[in-house]
């Protein structure tokens, strides 16, 4: 029997070349492990299109809450402000990153289901000029809303501020081309739209900001600049890597360009997501955002309304019938969540919601 799929939003089911990958050991600071760190800097930055070439990528060691520390600490100064475009858990957690640091911000809370408008920002900006920086996650996996990452930079660009960009759960799938939007970073992780495995995430900086950040680190691993410069002289990282990590990445961006890149796999997961919309209120579950705002990385349904219905329950009987599920992240409705990357189809997609319905039939849940 397969292993459950995981329709989560990363860590993701992955391909058996990616796995099979991490069967080999390999030195640190052995040359071939030199070149496959190369190869993923060259091939991750090639995602951005022809504009990535005035920015560096500069891989870093930890979950993806790392790198987007690692993020903030170098490029956000002691004496910086930023203003945090907060919707979910996630933004929470950067605002929550920033006060650990020394680095108060500015709150932009638009709750659970809505997304910061570039009237809200264009408006704080113009209130305070002492914000330097915008953060902004692109999907935030909460409620799986998508923020309007294009529209908000064109304000933040007006204002001669800088935005740096949480693409956790959507670089690889969906288009961040920094030649259309401008930002100064972008930071994502192995295991989400890549389909590789935990352990590792990147930022894409562009090399004035990374340059300028020099010495504003509040902290030795997490310093971007310094993993840069070092990675530049020597090829290696700074202290031991994620060496199986990493080149089950490798693996994985082999399938991902096969696949056809941005492209290919931004459309499989947008199909990913209309079959599990469509077959999902077949069964009478409904989704929790509106369709303009859902991403096709993790789509939010509300619970059903019958007693009978306990998610702890549903979960373990869905991944009885080969799915894992996710549950609700949010404070104002009950709800769970169903991701739509990794290996997966609409095919199982479809599978999933009939062991759905099944298990709801299982638990004498009534489905409208």
Same mark, same amino acid.
């Given at each position: ?8 939003? /990363?860590?993701?089911?992955?391909? @058996? ?13 052995? *040359? ?6 190369? *190869? ?8 951005? =299109? ?13 979950? =993806? ?32 990153? &920033? ?12 709750? *659970? ?38 529209? #908000? ?6 204002? /001669? ?14 288009? &961040? ?18 389909? =590789? ?51 089950? &990445? ?32 077949? @069964? =009478? ?11 096709? #990385? ?21 991944k009885r019938r080969g799915f894992m599920l996710y549950p609700g992240k949010l404070t104002e409705a009950e709800t769970f969540r169903v991701g739509c990357i990794g290996q997966v189809t609409p095919a199982d997609m479809r599978a999933a919601v009939a062991a759905m319905a099944d298990a709801c039939a299982?638990? /004498?849940?009534?489905?409208?």
């Amino acid at each position: 029997m397969r292993d459950p799929l995981l329709l989560t939003p /990363g860590p993701a089911t992955t391909d @058996i070349a990616v796995k099979a990958a991490m069967l080999r050991d390999w030195g640190s600071w052995d *040359d071939d492990f030199r070149a496959v760190t190369a *190869d993923i800097r060259r091939r991750l930055l090639a995602i951005l =299109g022809p504009a990535g070439r005035d920015f560096a990528c500069v891989p870093m060691q930890g979950s =993806g809450s790392f790198v987007v520390e690692a993020m903030l600490g170098t490029l956000v100064p002691a004496d910086g402000k930023a203003l945090v475009l907060m919707n979910g858990a996630y933004g929470q957690r950067i605002a929550r990153t &920033l006060r650990v640091m020394g680095r108060a911000p500015v709150v932009l809370d638009t709750g *659970d289901y809505l997304p910061p408008t570039p009237e809200q920002v264009d408006a704080l900006l113009h209130e305070d000029a002492a914000i330097t920086h915008v953060v902004v996650v692109h999907c935030e996996t909460s409620s799986g809303i998508l923020n309007p990452v294009e529209a #908000i930079a064109e304000v933040v660009a007006r204002h /001669g501020r800088r935005l740096l960009v949480d693409a956790m759960s959507s670089f690889g799938a969906l288009d &961040l081309d920094p030649g259309r939007i401008r930002y100064d970073a972008v930071v994502a992780s192995a295991n989400k739209c890549l389909e =590789g495995v935990p352990g590792f995430g990147w930022a894409l900086v562009r090399r004035d900001a990374l340059e300028q950040g020099a010495g504003n680190a509040h902290s030795l691993s997490l310093d971007l600049f310094d993993q840069w410069r070092h990675m530049e002289a020597t090829g290696q990282w700074r202290f031991t890597p994620p060496t199986h990590v990493v080149v089950a &990445l490798a693996a994985a961006l082999d399938a991902y360009e096969a696949e056809g890149g941005l492209t290919g796999r931004g459309a499989r997961y947008e199909a990913n997501r209309a079959a599990l919309v469509e077959a999902m209120a077949a @069964i =009478g579950i409904r989704p929790f955002l509106e369709a303009d705002v859902m991403s096709p #990385i993790i789509v939010t349904f509300r619970c059903p309304k019958d007693p009978a219905f306990d998610f702890p329950t549903f979960y373990q009987a869905v991944k009885r019938r080969g799915f894992m599920l996710y549950p609700g992240k949010l404070t104002e409705a009950e709800t769970f969540r169903v991701g739509c990357i990794g290996q997966v189809t609409p095919a199982d997609m479809r599978a999933a919601v009939a062991a759905m319905a099944d298990a709801c039939a299982e638990m /004498g849940v009534h489905l409208p």
